[in-house]
């Protein structure tokens, strides 16, 4: 299994621009989720997802979209980014519905935008 | 709004020496994570805490959870610098909202 997988490892922006970060997971993970880190913030839950078709708002969702077609994709959009959506993005994913497991994570995206 | 606390935010510790982070959360949860990231890294799971009074080892780290007193600890025994490395402790709010504490970077020093 290749685990939690995300792509690009790093990316650059201009303000303004559009993206999508990828990431997919092969273990057939109900939960899926997207975090931001900041220096000396921790992680912050952006979106999450408990399956299919259903997604829903963390903390810190303004900026960001997402959608999940299938269980083991799960995208997230910036829409015109900003410089304060610099940061390193983690997805992460967990087995089923419920938050009694531990979850897995993928190996982040740096982004900066400019 | 649920709010997790680490102390210390840093720590630096002889080799060998034995020392306790803690995780204080501000509303109720009978849950709690332990994570490790090492520098540039991603994030590693140690440990799932699910109920009161749970306790679980790790090689020279073991993790209590006392949900009436909304405290974890992260015990090191005799610690070696394998070990160095930002710990985060996470509860969830409401079912499937993850809220972590900022972190606390141990370094441990031969």
């Known amino acids: 299994n290749a685990g939690v997988t995300q792509t690009p490892k790093f990316q650059v922006l201009k303000t303004g621009q559009s993206m999508t970060l990828q990431c997919a997971q092969d273990?057939?993970?109900?939960?899926m989720s997207w975090y931001r880190q900041d220096p000396g913030m921790g992680l912050r839950l952006i979106h999450y997802?408990?399956?299919?078709?259903?997604?829903d708002q963390g903390e810190v969702p303004n900026g960001y979209n997402v959608s999940r077609s299938t269980t083991e994709d799960f995208p997230l959009r910036l829409l015109s980014a900003a410089p304060s959506q610099t940061s390193v993005y983690f997805c992460?994913?967990?087995?089923?519905?419920?938050?009694?497991?531990?979850?897995?994570f993928g190996p982040g995206t740096r982004l900066t935008v400019l | 709004e649920l709010k997790v606390e680490q102390n210390p935010l840093f720590l630096s510790m002889q080799e060998g020496k034995n020392y306790t982070i803690y995780c204080n959360y501000s509303?109720?949860?009978?849950?709690l994570y332990w994570y490790r990231q090492d520098p540039g890294k991603s994030l590693e799971s140690l440990f799932v805490?699910?109920?009161?009074?749970a306790v679980k080892q790790e090689g020279r780290l073991m993790a209590s959870l006392d949900t009436k007193a909304r405290l974890s600890t992260l015990h090191i025994t005799a610690a070696v610098h394998d070990l160095s490395a930002t710990y985060f402790c996470?509860?969830?709010?409401?079912?499937?909202?993850?809220?972590f504490g900022t972190g606390t970077r141990l370094k441990v020093l031969a």
């Open positions: 992460a994913s967990s087995f089923g519905q419920a938050s009694y497991n531990e979850q897995f």
């Open positions: 273990m057939n993970h109900e939960y």
């Open positions: 997802s408990v399956g299919a078709g259903i997604t």
């Open positions: 509303t109720t949860s009978d849950r």
């Open positions: 805490l699910l109920s009161n009074g």
């Open positions: 996470a509860v969830v709010r409401g079912t499937y909202k993850y809220i």
